[in-house]
């Protein structure tokens, strides 16, 4: 038997890895007894931040990774497909539907038991993964900090979330990036300024007022969820070249690129919904609705969800995990998710499915399996487990994998290259993997 506490993207991940090799699993969730401060739905595998599970192309990063992870039996990536709403080249998702079909087939799984409620401390019996995510219980994260010395604090954010029948199409336009588009329609709204209105906006925010954070004296951000009023602090282009970026875009109303631009996704399959993409932010609620209103397609928006703030909590992995994700001085207990400094819901799902697979093998009295480096899930295990005095969470990249034997200089034909090698790095791994050939129960 395995237990796996925590029904986020990696539990789940976790919980059907180990149930499809035909082993029980019993999945711990404490909502809807208990929430965290940035989960509000009762459905596994919430996203809570964006709804963008990154870029589709397997010449990319994201891409490459979840490639992996359908090759290794991912619940999450095939439901993310079923569930996509127009981004471009992203694969995005209606986040509801999304952890309704997550959630639909942990539950009606013959082999996952399902039991709710919050668990306190880790369990001392059995094989153990603990997936409770970077806002794991007050209890739970004392227990964790017991047993393995501490964590490592950081603060992430989530955009706002505005109606589409609110924002005005006089001042907007549909288009994606270089024409990128699947819809056929546009796949983002964009919301562009001018100059004038740029810097208008730019001190606005830079002088907007924050909520107040009480929880730590000294505010530590990882760049890949820093606020948009932190990143405008930077420089009065900062965010220009960053979020607002107006790069492969043309305004029809004018023939020409904007000089800023806030793109909105779709947040769901009807098109109600949009986010503002890149905005995370820690602004009082008030002071979002005067700043952002003041970008002109957004005037008038209706906030159905303003951005908000919360703590997430990462172990030292380096000094605590090995790269098949066991703690070091305890095989039989396993940790998988953001927690362990894996950045972004795809590799928080990933690191669940070869903690998963990890699991099963204690079960059997196995070799943990590690992947190759040269593969993406591989390469990001390694960063988890290597030594790092300034350790900090990490996404799928290209600069984490080894470099190839014969330079490319060619910047899309070098990560074409990385990924081929990569996937046939890992079917030689899967090829002593018959396990992973069977099918679901």
């Known amino acids: 038997m395995v237990t796996v506490i925590g029904a986020g993207l990696a539990g789940c991940e976790a919980a059907w890895a180990v149930a499809r090799q035909g082993i029980p699993v019993t999945l711990w969730e404490m909502k809807p007894e208990k929430y965290t401060p940035a989960h509000r739905s009762t459905g596994f595998a919430e996203l809570v931040c964006s709804n963008s599970l990154k870029a589709r192309r397997i010449e990319s990063a994201a891409g490459l990774l979840k490639e992996e992870m359908r090759r290794l039996g991912s619940l999450c990536v095939p439901i993310a497909y079923d569930c996509a709403v127009p981004a ?8 509801d539907a999304f952890s309704a079909a997550v959630t639909e087939r942990i539950k009606t799984h013959p082999l996952i038991t399902v039991k709710q409620g919050e668990v306190t401390a880790i369990p001392k019996e059995g094989v153990v993964i603990v997936a409770t995510g970077p806002l794991t219980s007050e209890p739970m994260a004392q227990a964790i900090a017991e047993l ?10 989530a955009a706002p979330i ?3 029948e609110s924002v005005d ?3 907007a336009f549909r288009a994606s990036r270089y024409d990128r588009e699947e819809s056929g329609e546009g796949d983002y709204i964009n919301c562009p300024l001018n100059k004038e209105e ?4 730019h001190q606005a925010l830079i002088t907007a007022e924050s909520a107040p954070l009480h929880e730590f004296d000294k505010l530590t951000v990882y760049e890949g969820c820093m606020p948009i009023e932190v990143l405008a602090k930077r420089g009065s282009d900062s965010i220009r070249f960053g979020p607002m970026k107006p790069v492969g875009l043309r305004d029809p109303h004018t023939g020409h690129r904007p000089w800023a631009v806030v793109q909105l996704r779709a947040e769901n399959a009807a098109g109600t919904l949009y986010n503002l993409v890149g905005f995370q932010t820690n602004l009082k609620f008030s002071e979002q609705k005067r700043v952002f209103g003041m970008i002109p397609a957004l005037k008038n928006a209706e906030f159905m969800r303003y951005g908000v703030m919360h703590r997430n909590t990462f172990l030292n992995s380096p000094e605590l995990l090995d790269a098949s994700f066991r703690l070091k001085s305890r095989p039989t207990l396993l940790f998988a998710g953001q927690m362990t400094g894996v950045e972004g819901y795809m590799e928080s799902a990933a690191s669940g499915i070869l903690a998963g697979l990890n699991a099963c093998r204690m079960v059997r009295g196995e070799e943990p399996l590690v992947l190759p480096r040269d593969t993406m899930l591989g390469a990001l295990a390694a960063h988890v487990s290597t030594p790092n005095a300034d350790y900090q969470p990490m996404g799928a990249n290209f600069g984490i994998l080894p470099s190839l034997e014969t330079h490319i200089r060619d910047k899309k034909q070098r990560y074409g290259a990385l990924a081929q090698r990569a996937l046939e790095s890992l079917s030689k791994v899967m090829a002593d993997m018959p396990e992973l050939e069977r099918e679901d129960a």
């Open 148 to 157: 393995c010395g501490g964590g490592l604090h950081f603060y992430d954010a």
């Open 88 to 95: 471009g080249g992203a694969l995005a998702v209606d986040r």
């Open 169 to 171: 199409m006089n001042s």
């Open 162 to 164: 505005v109606t589409a």
């Open 198 to 201: 740029y810097e208008t906006f």
